[in-house]
């Protein structure tokens, strides 16, 4: 599905709740490592695992077997996740870019909130379904200013 080449880590996982801790971790470990501070980490973590949560849920509703990949680059100037699915396309109302006030704790509703998360955390967001199967959604974030260089020799983004 994805071309291993490009990105500094590739992860094929069982679209299975359970694993999403391990998930989790190695999305904080990156985070952190490109220099973003514990708390903007964390949310980076949410959302990367909003779009693994909504794969699962949604695309795949259950399905057994069904199968999830994530991979990871940094570069220089940002850092990006790239979630594939081979699942239900997600509706394209839900997709819409929608401007709206953070959720209120008191009246928050479960479900469509994944979406508007995402957007919040990351710089852009692009989602692609295809017509009939699949999901594929980009999330780059810029990096801070005095993160430290992390990539090799040949700019492909290797953590050292």
Not at 66 to 79: H, P, Q, W
Not at 110 to 124: A, C, H, K, N, Y
Not at 132 to 143: A, K, Q
Request: aromatic share 6%; proline share 7%.
């Amino acid at each position: 599905m994805l071309a291993e080449q490009n990105w500094d880590i590739v992860a094929r996982l069982h679209a299975e709740p359970r694993l999403l801790a391990a998930v989790r971790g190695l999305v904080r470990g990156f985070a952190e490592n490109a220099g973003f501070p514990e708390e903007r980490a964390d949310e980076v973590v949410l959302a990367v695992d909003e779009a693994c949560s909504n794969s699962i849920r949604h695309a795949y509703a259950g399905q057994p077997g069904a199968v999830l990949e994530l991979a990871l680059r940094c570069t220089s100037e940002y850092i990006e996740f790239e979630l594939k699915d081979e699942g239900f396309p997600a509706p394209k109302e839900c997709l819409e870019c929608k401007e709206s006030p953070p959720p209120d704790a008191t009246t928050v509703q479960p479900g469509g909130l994944g979406i508007s998360l995402m957007r919040r955390v990351f710089d852009e967001v692009r989602f692609d379904s295809g017509a009939e199967r699949g999901n594929h959604i980009i999330m780059r974030l810029r990096r801070p200013a005095a993160s430290p260089e992390i990539h090799g020799e040949e700019g492909k983004g290797l953590i050292q």
